[in-house]
């Protein structure tokens, strides 16, 4: 029988795509799909030595090398319970059973104590891409048994993606740190895409640029600071034309965004932790307010505005603003990733490396970007950063750059054009600086409600008033 370095469960796009990439790097990969003519219809498609398809799950699990390496590419959830209660029995102490799919880090924590009860190993793995990525080289983000990772790290590094030579896996911590770092980087790319979307509405719509000057703006944008492979999908999808209609493609796609639950965990995640994380919440918002599409469209007619026309004397001025205020939300927006980060590792006994999560982040996965650099940088020059906006590099691009995010914000408000990311960006910009906040009134009526007692700015301890002598 033939002895297989690692095995794949799993033939949607994404297992079958990691598991041809595994193939391409030399190694012997047995597949299994609970629907047999899946697989076949992946061999076929994709003939490769290296490939071996297994229609019983006993002899897939018997073909391995030990300690054996299993990838679980399923469907979140129950199925991935269920795939591990069939594997057990058929697995030795020892071996390795890692979850790839986007599970939630509370799941993947739970898991890993099961198997790790019984004498198995388990590793939750985080991987960004999409299906080009898992073809040709992911971000990956394991996380879980340590003594497992040894056992495939080679495998891992050598698939993932490469920065400069530098591969894209880096070890993030026990249990559930991996998914939850995948987790966050989700929160991050759904801020990212919100606050480009909230660009292209107000240089659309008060700018009055076309498709064809919107794909050259962003296009000029991906040749400086703001380089990155959102900005980049960006202008191409600006360059191209519907062969149905001969529209622009972006001009028949409906207003209506999706969201399959990673950033509604991070929202989550941020109330459970304590973190201030209301720019990437408010992007998860913004896509469910995206489906009410029949109500919005109702409401359009009823709650009106007649805004005042803008004349904007210099457009390439324009630009330059919204530039500008893009790149200065992209950085609070980041901040509050990475901050939630630290809560994460405070709350779950983590200690994660947030310069090694950055350089992870630099190439293959969605939010690869110039500026993490700048982020490993920060926290290479202060492990113990409280926040990303007050690294000098970062401060001073926020201090230059605030007024432009300032002056788009109203400009949008003025012309009734929503953006929330836009808005929240700076709200929490303006509440991190402020030395002297309102919430001592929030106290004072706590306190008098409900007696909850406040502190006081020239004692220590906890204090009540009787409000009502």
């Keep these: 029988m033939k002895t297989?370095?690692?095995?794949?469960?799993?033939?949607?796009?994404?297992?079958?795509?990691?598991?041809?990439?595994?193939?391409?790097?030399?190694?012997?990969?047995?597949?299994?799909n609970?629907?047999?003519?899946?697989?076949?219809?992946?061999?076929?498609?994709?003939?490769?030595?290296?490939l071996h398809l297994y229609k019983e799950l006993p002899d897939f699990v018997a073909s391995l090398e030990k300690p054996r390496k299993i990838v679980l590419m399923v469907q979140a959830g129950n199925a991935v319970d269920k795939v591990i209660e069939n594997l057990i029995p058929l697995l030795d102490q020892g071996d390795i059973i890692m979850d790839g799919g986007n599970s939630n880090f509370k799941d993947t924590i739970r898991?890993?104590?099961?198997i790790e009860a019984i004498g198995l190993r388990y590793l939750g793995v985080g991987i960004s891409g999409g299906e080009e990525g898992a073809r040709f080289g992911p971000a990956i983000m394991p996380g879980g048994s340590k003594d497992a990772y040894q056992y495939v790290q080679a495998i891992l590094e050598d698939i993932s993606a490469k920065y400069e030579g530098e591969p894209c896996a880096n070890y993030m911590g026990t249990d559930?740190?991996?998914h939850y770092v995948k987790m966050v980087h989700n929160g991050i790319e759904y801020a990212d895409m919100q606050l480009i979307a909230e660009s292209y509405a107000i240089l659309?719509?008060?700018?009055?640029?076309?498709?064809?000057e919107l794909?050259?703006?962003?296009t000029s944008w991906n040749e400086g600071e703001l380089e990155s492979y959102l900005i980049e999908i960006t202008a191409q999808i600006f360059k191209e034309i519907d062969p149905k209609t001969g529209k622009h493609m972006i001009d028949v796609i409906l207003d209506r965004a999706a969201q399959k639950g990673t950033g509604k965990w991070t929202a989550e995640e941020a109330l459970n932790t304590g973190t201030d994380a209301s720019l990437l919440a408010s992007s998860v918002f913004a896509r469910f307010m995206s489906s009410q599409k029949d109500q919005r469209v109702a409401a359009s007619s009823v709650l009106t505005f007649d805004a005042p026309k803008v004349e904007l004397a210099d457009r390439k001025h324009f630009v330059e603003k919204?530039?500008?205020a893009l790149y200065a939300s992209k950085i609070i927006a980041y901040a509050q990733g990475f901050d939630l980060l630290k809560h994460a590792s405070e709350e779950y006994g983590w200690d994660l490396d947030f310069g090694s999560i950055s350089r992870n982040f630099r190439e293959g996965c969605i939010i690869r970007a110039r500026f993490l650099n700048r982020i490993s940088?920060?926290?290479?020059?202060?492990?113990?950063?409280?926040?990303l906006m007050i690294d000098d590099s970062f401060r001073d691009n926020l201090l230059s750059y605030q007024g432009s995010l300032r002056e788009v914000i109203a400009l949008a408000v003025q012309s009734g054009i929503s953006m929330p990311a836009f808005t929240t960006a700076i709200s929490y910009f303006d509440a991190y600086r402020t030395a002297d906040s309102s919430a001592n009134l929030i106290q004072a009526q706590r306190d008098l409600f409900g007696a909850h007692t406040f502190e006081r700015v020239d004692e220590d301890g906890n204090f009540h008033y009787e409000w009502n002598q």
């Design 4 to 32: 297989n370095n690692i095995g794949v469960i799993g033939m949607a796009v994404m297992g079958s795509n990691l598991a041809l990439n595994m193939a391409d790097h030399g190694y012997h990969v047995a597949i299994y």
């Design 34 to 50: 609970r629907t047999y003519a899946v697989g076949e219809i992946v061999v076929a498609e994709n003939p490769h030595e290296k």
């Design 111 to 114: 898991r890993t104590k099961e």
């Design 176 to 178: 559930g740190a991996g």
């Design 204 to 212: 659309k719509h008060v700018g009055s640029f076309d498709n064809d």
């Design 215 to 218: 794909a050259s703006i962003f």
């Design 322 to 324: 919204v530039r500008e």
């Design 377 to 387: 940088d920060a926290y290479g020059s202060n492990p113990e950063l409280a926040n």
